[in-house]
């Protein structure tokens, strides 16, 4: 038999333009929940602040979701039982639950202008009282006709309350204050929409994040006027800076999502990254496949205190990542990611080149620094010889001779293959009486002019014989000319 699960969860963004990480981990844990009980995920676009609107972010968020494959039942996307799933096209709705408000004398029509209402604030300021708007209720106000806020009338009183990440909260009649539920733009607020939606779409956990915390007594006693059973809550920690003593802002590198992606950062690794700023799962695991995540989350395991985000281990995270792929997928994936100079080399020179490169790779995009020597002569640079701590130690005119014997002996292996270019190399050690240190990287250098290649012998087997002969030619000439 199959039980109809009543477990249902939104994503709710504003399209404000940016989509951050942290944007992103409120998505991600309803995702999760929603997943692991098998219930719906559904997405709805919070767009009734015209002004903060940006064109695009729609599109845009719908594209983050997608490219992280974090995917809808119902919502702006699909459609569904509830549509239409963007709030500016739901007014009608909100003027039918205000109407209800109305209706039970529990919403008024605000008679003030704005600079009414901020002189009232500044009264309550001069006597160092907090300002509350329901202590200048009109006695009779107009009755509403659109053109001015509607206000909801709270009943001011005490609340306990639970949530799942911050446990049991209490409040007192003093944060409970009358506030705006329709505009005079005619569209709602926050703070009545997400309510009358959350409803409507049969919501069963609201996960967001901790803004709108201190809000929640009043949502508590619009609940009950509305006469609506309030949903189950979870507060997500704030995401703080790598030092982890700020709210983590632009400032502290956090980018748009898709920025990490056109990064050459893998859609797996910021879902697994994202998935543990403030959850693991009880063990020391750090890295989680996405089928890992749907099966370990819960909200339970969600922590109180702020996460800290940090780049440092997104690096490392995604590195692992590239590792643990399949050669033909990452090799599937890295196509734009190739050096210029690759563009006329075939797939099977491509695909021995990655399979080299794979474990250096900390993002896609290091393809190119890290491969362009496999395709093409690069720019000599003597900075890396002179800069090298080993290699500084030792006069040009002995780099030119210890170049010329590895060229000699190059010359001699019969089958240019990596264990024998590796034997060779052994035996060019003894012969010369240097370490590997000094040695390699003079011959690294020589010929890939990069600072660090993967296994030596395995990069000039690919390179080939001739080619490592020449740039070992080269680089005497110039070494010759300091
Ligand atoms: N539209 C709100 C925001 O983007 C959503 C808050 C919520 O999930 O209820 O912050």
Known sequence: MVLMSKVRTRFAPSPTGFMHVGNLRTGLFAWLVARHADGKFILRLEDTDKNREVVGSADHILKCLETLGIDTDEGLDKGGPFAPYKQSSRLDIYKRWAQKLIDSGRAYADPYTPEEVQEFRNQAKNKKQAFLFRNHRPENPPSWDGTTPLRFKSDPKSYNWHDEVMGDLSSGPEVIDDFIIIKSDGYPTYNFAHIVDDAEMQISHVIRGQEFISSQPNYMNLYEALELVPPIFATMPHILNEHGNKKLGKRDGAKDVLNYIQEGYLPETLLSFIATLGWNDGTEQEIFTQKELIEKFSLSRVQKSGARFDEKRLLWMNGQFIRELPLSDLYQRVGAFWPESAKNSTDDYRMQVLSLAQD??????DLAILTNYFFVDTEPNLLLISGNKQLKKIKPA???????????????????KAADIQDCLNNLLMETDQKPGTLFSLIRIATTWAPFSPQLNDTMGLIGRDVC???????????DKT
């Not at 002995?398 to 240019?416: D, F, G, H, N, P």
């Not at 740039?471 to 070494?479: G, K, N, S, V, Y």
């Open 469 to 479: 002969l020449r740039r070992i030619d080269q680089a005497i000439e110039l070494i």
């Open 398 to 416: 002995e780099q030119v001779q210890l170049l010329e014997t590895t060229k000699a002996r190059l010359s001699q292996i019969k089958e240019w």
């Open 360 to 365: 250096r790779l900390k993002t896609l995009s």
